[in-house]
């Protein structure tokens, strides 16, 4: 298949659905479902998580191959540095290879106390993305993305460090970044721009979260420390304990959000679905509605 960015350039706005490992047997049937389900939107590719720390480093691996392998799919698989050596990583790239998956979405990871916790590279490890940039593609032909932060990542003094970061892992051969879950499409085109000012040409795509219950977003804050744009909360909350209500809302944000995006000329949509299909399914129909996609 031709690489991400290629796609990106060519066929319009990419659409991409984010997966991750399922830890039993009834949530992988469940995670089946979504893939069969959203492979009928076509979309430019499937991406697969990898859990804190590394921690599902073999579901990763062989989920993703199973997708690329099984399904009509383009796969892209996550990795990250924490707690892994540079023996280590090179055998899960390899891995990856031997499965098939040709793009990786290169990330340092929080550390191991969690976000808030100083960050402590692997004594034979590596201390930042950029760095897992240059390994992965000094390893083969891979299609490389990495993550933006919109919102400042907790670590950066600035959104002008972000924008630093992010035109360094450029630098060191990324191809495309993929943000966190958008909640201030202003804030987007903030870091957007300060990108393009570096002279910069990496595709920075939003990250969407369709939200369907009241818990998710506080589940965000807390595990990233990510800060949630007002009105986005705020809006969630007055649906309050009417969980279709909440849902309905949370589609509803999703399908303004993407919408603006697009008219600002972002260059696709990530969807991170949480393994679910029906949400995504209907931003996707509201778009469809609009002429969007
Ligand atoms: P970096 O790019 O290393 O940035 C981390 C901090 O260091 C930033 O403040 C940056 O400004 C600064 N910095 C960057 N480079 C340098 C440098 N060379 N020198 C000094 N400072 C520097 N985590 C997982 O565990 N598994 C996943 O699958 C996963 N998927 C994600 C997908 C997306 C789309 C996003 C947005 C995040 C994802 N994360 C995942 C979370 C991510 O690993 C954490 O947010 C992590 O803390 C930052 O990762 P990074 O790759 O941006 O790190």
Same mark, same amino acid.
């Given at each position: 298949?031709?690489?991400?960015?290629?796609?990106?350039?060519?066929?319009?706005?990419?659409?991409?659905?984010?997966?991750?490992?399922?830890?039993?047997?009834?949530?992988?049937?469940?995670?089946?479902?979504?893939?069969?389900?959203?492979?009928?939107?076509?979309?430019?590719?499937?991406?697969?998580?990898?859990?804190?720390?590394?921690?599902?480093?073999?579901?990763?691996?062989?989920?993703?191959?199973?997708?690329?392998?099984?399904?009509?799919?383009?796969?892209?698989?996550?990795?990250?540095?924490?707690?892994?050596?540079?023996?280590?990583?090179?055998?899960?790239?390899?891995?990856?290879?031997?499965?098939?998956?040709?793009?990786?979405?290169?990330?340092?990871?929080?550390?191991?106390?969690?976000?808030?916790?100083?960050?402590?590279?692997?004594?034979?490890?590596?201390?930042?993305?950029?760095?897992?940039?240059?390994?992965?593609?000094?390893?083969?032909?891979?299609?490389?993305?990495?993550?933006?932060?919109?919102?400042?990542?907790?670590?950066?003094?600035?959104?002008?460090?972000?924008?630093?970061?992010?035109?360094?892992?450029?630098?060191?051969?990324?191809?495309?970044?993929?943000?966190?879950?958008?909640?201030? $499409?202003? =804030?987007? /085109? !903030?870091?957007?721009? +300060? @990108?393009?000012?570096?002279?910069?040409?990496?595709?920075?795509?939003?990250?969407?979260?369709?939200?369907?219950?009241?818990?998710?977003?506080?589940?965000?804050?807390?595990?990233?420390?990510?800060?949630?744009?007002?009105?986005?909360?705020?809006?969630?909350?007055?649906?309050?304990?009417?969980?279709?209500?909440?849902?309905?809302?949370?589609?509803?944000?999703?399908?303004?959000?993407?919408?603006?995006?697009?008219?600002?000329?972002?260059?696709?949509?990530?969807?991170?679905?949480?393994?679910?299909?029906?949400?995504?399914?209907? $931003?996707? =129909?509201? /778009? !469809?509605?609009?002429? +969007? @996609?």
């Amino acid at each position: 298949g031709r690489p991400i960015p290629e796609l990106l350039a060519e066929d319009g706005p990419s659409f991409s659905f984010e997966f991750m490992p399922p830890r039993s047997e009834r949530a992988e049937a469940v995670l089946w479902n979504s893939v069969r389900r959203l492979e009928q939107l076509h979309p430019t590719f499937v991406s697969v998580t990898y859990g804190a720390g590394g921690s599902t480093r073999d579901r990763t691996v062989r989920i993703t191959g199973r997708i690329e392998q099984e399904t009509t799919l383009r796969t892209m698989a996550h990795l990250t540095c924490v707690g892994s050596s540079v023996a280590e990583l090179r055998r899960v790239v390899g891995e990856y290879a031997s499965v098939g998956i040709g793009n990786i979405l290169a990330l340092r990871g929080d550390p191991p106390g969690g976000p808030a916790a100083p960050w402590i590279a692997h004594p034979e490890g590596l201390d930042h993305a950029d760095k897992l940039v240059s390994l992965v593609r000094s390893l083969g032909d891979f299609t490389v993305g990495v993550a933006a932060f919109p919102d400042k990542h907790p670590e950066s003094a600035s959104l002008d460090d972000e924008a630093d970061a992010l035109a360094r892992k450029a630098d060191a051969g990324a191809a495309f970044a993929i943000t966190q879950m958008i909640t201030d $499409v202003d =804030a987007y /085109l !903030r870091l957007r721009d +300060l @990108v393009d000012a570096r002279g910069c040409v990496m595709p920075v795509i939003p990250g969407l979260l369709p939200v369907t219950a009241v818990g998710q977003l506080q589940r965000l804050t807390e595990l990233n420390g990510q800060p949630l744009a007002t009105d986005v909360v705020s809006r969630i909350e007055a649906a309050g304990d009417d969980l279709e209500a909440v849902r309905r809302t949370g589609i509803a944000i999703c399908t303004e959000h993407s919408a603006r995006l697009l008219r600002e000329g972002a260059p696709g949509l990530h969807f991170m679905t949480m393994n679910k299909s029906t949400a995504t399914l209907e $931003v996707f =129909a509201n /778009l !469809r509605q609009s002429s +969007l @996609v």
